[in-house]
């Protein structure tokens, strides 16, 4: 898959090809927590990225023993009858990101309880690194049975954009939030030194040689949401060559942007297995 839709990917000079050879990090007292203190990401709750991927049964920002149940969803009504082959058309109404689902209106009234339906991410026909929907998209997509928690309701299948185009926000979103370092397609080489899905994120080592800003420094924290996995978990990865882009935050720190393997591909387990890619995709 190519990370960006086909836009034009830029090369930036490198005065030398070898790649240096780098020893795992060394902490003093250990690893420093991520973020807030005791609990890393927000404090005493405890990391964000423990277990699988988007919250719900994903990427909560708390631990599952302290989030919110959910309301059940909407029974089905017996005299409804699912065509699982027609395509549908609706509006997103909500959509949560990084808890990976939302809902969309649909269009066709009276096909589905309160003409809201259930998306999870899973279902999403998407170019972006995570599948994702913003409010107001106009999407289509199939429906088709699902029983949760011993209920029988209803979820959208095979979302994409009117006509079945796949799906593809992130670029552009990208590009209105975010300032990168000689342009949003630019890329870069090096080592990634470690990736920990469970703390949420890594760092890795520029290869020397670019020209660059001396501000730049060598090596940068690459983090969960830049992890470009083929729209999977990130799996534990450590001393691979990765490819990406530098971007730059309002506090003027400098973190890598949308990492790949060489070439772009993805970082995924089979992809990437001659790497030292490892782990279990989800």
């Known amino acids: 898959m190519v990370p960006w839709g086909g836009a ?8 030398q090809n070898q790649r240096p050879q ?3 990090p060394q902490w003093r007292g250990g690893p420093p927590a991520p973020y807030g203190g005791k609990g890393g990401f927000g404090g005493k709750g405890g990391l964000a990225y423990g277990g699988a991927m988007y919250g719900g049964d994903g990427y909560g920002f708390a631990p599952p023993q302290q989030r919110r149940a959910r309301a059940p969803p909407p029974r089905m009504p017996e005299h409804l009858q699912i065509n699982a082959t027609m395509r549908y ?4 109404a909500f959509y949560h990101k990084w808890k990976g689902y939302g809902f969309i209106e649909v269009s066709q009234k009276g ?4 003409d809201q339906i259930f998306c999870h991410w899973r279902q999403i026909n998407s170019d972006d690194r995570f ?3 913003v409010k107001g998209l106009e999407v289509e997509f199939n429906i088709t049975p699902w029983m949760e928690r011993g209920i029988k309701t209803v979820r959208a299948k095979d ?5 079945g185009m796949n799906i593809g926000l992130q670029d552009d979103l990208d590009a209105q939030e975010k300032s990168f370092i000689g342009g949003q397609h630019l890329r870069y080489t090096g080592t990634l030194k470690f990736f920990s899905p469970k703390l949420g994120f890594g760092f890795v080592v520029m290869d020397q040689g670019y020209d660059v800003d ?7 924290r690459v983090e969960t949401a830049e992890v470009n996995a083929g729209g999977r978990q990130p799996v534990h990865m450590d001393n691979i060559p990765v490819e990406f882009g530098i971007w730059r935050t309002q506090r003027g720190l400098y973190k890598v942007y949308n990492m790949t393997l060489p070439g772009g591909h993805p970082l995924t387990q089979d992809a990437g297995t001659e790497f030292g890619i490892h782990g279990i995709d989800c």
């Open 22 to 24: 780098y020893s795992p």
């Open 159 to 163: 979302v994409t954009m009117p006509g």
């Open 111 to 114: 096909v589905v309880p309160k």
């Open 89 to 92: 058309t609706g509006v997103v």
């Open 8 to 15: 034009p990917v830029q090369k930036p000079w490198l005065k």
């Open 131 to 133: 599948p994702f929907l």
């Open 214 to 220: 001396p501000s730049v420094p060598m090596e940068m």
